[in-house]
């Protein structure tokens, strides 16, 4: 069964650390990978889309991929307690079955 | 710009009643449509996912049931809930055509079975 796994947390940093969140997949012929942040009681929100090997930067997030470990982070810098959230890992599955892939989340804790 | 809306916001509904909750997309054509849903403490779960008017995919056996009546809406139902159908319910839409897959959530519809 492909899975996604991510670390429950909580994971707590002061404010203005850099937060890192970690994400391993199983499916080797993943293809895309996605960062949604999700507030309590919303919806997930995305922050960031991923899929060749290396860093994307967006701001004060940063995307990193190494399919080869089958790992995928996400790093925050300067965090801010406005980051505080649930923070999903989403992953595209290979194959025809083009349907994206969820670990369970990871919640983020940035104190002031 | 693209947006998506869903409605109710909450419900509160009893035990062996019916359900509908309706989503629907402005600004985009032939949007690949989905139904999430999030329990308490639990990740997200597909549901449903429609490619178009007419075309329902369901992924896990249950009392749910969708349909896709027009291009831009996406209606999930039951004829009676479990308690078990309690939960955060999220629509989901996709670009057409989108390599990437990047799928898109509407603000989502809290269902309290009691």
């Known amino acids: 069964q492909k899975e996604v796994e991510q670390n429950s947390g909580p994971l707590s940093v002061p404010e203005g650390a850099i937060a890192s969140l970690n994400c391993t997949y199983s499916?080797?012929?993943?293809?895309?990978f996605f960062w949604y942040r999700q507030y309590s009681g919303k919806s997930p929100e995305l922050i960031m889309f991923?899929?060749s090997n290396g860093d994307k930067e967006d701001g004060r997030f940063t995307a990193q991929l190494n399919k080869a470990s089958q790992y995928v982070s996400l790093l925050i810098r300067d965090s801010q307690p406005s980051d505080s959230a649930t923070y999903l890992c989403?992953?595209?599955?290979?194959?025809?079955?083009?349907?994206?892939?969820w670990g369970l989340g990871t919640s983020l804790a940035v104190n002031p | 710009s693209q947006t998506i809306h869903q409605w109710p916001a909450t419900l509160v509904q009893p035990v062996g009643s019916p359900l509908s909750l309706e989503c629907t997309v402005e600004?985009?054509?032939?949007?690949?449509l989905y139904w999430y849903r999030q329990a308490a403490g639990r990740g997200l779960q597909l549901l449903f996912y429609?490619?178009?008017?007419?075309?329902i995919s369901s992924e896990v056996p249950q009392n749910l049931s969708a349909s896709r009546p027009q291009d831009r809406q996406f209606i999930l139902s039951s004829k009676k809930l479990l308690l078990s159908d309690s939960g955060f319910y999220l629509c989901?839409?996709?670009?057409?055509?989108?390599?990437?897959?990047?799928?898109?959530f509407g603000p989502g519809t809290r269902l309290l079975v009691l």
């Open positions: 989901a839409w996709r670009r057409w055509g989108d390599f990437q897959e990047t799928q898109y």
């Open positions: 600004g985009t054509s032939n949007p690949n």
């Open positions: 429609s490619v178009g008017i007419g075309q």
């Open positions: 499916d080797r012929g993943s293809q895309s």
């Open positions: 991923i899929y």
């Open positions: 989403a992953v595209l599955n290979a194959g025809n079955n083009r349907k994206l892939i």
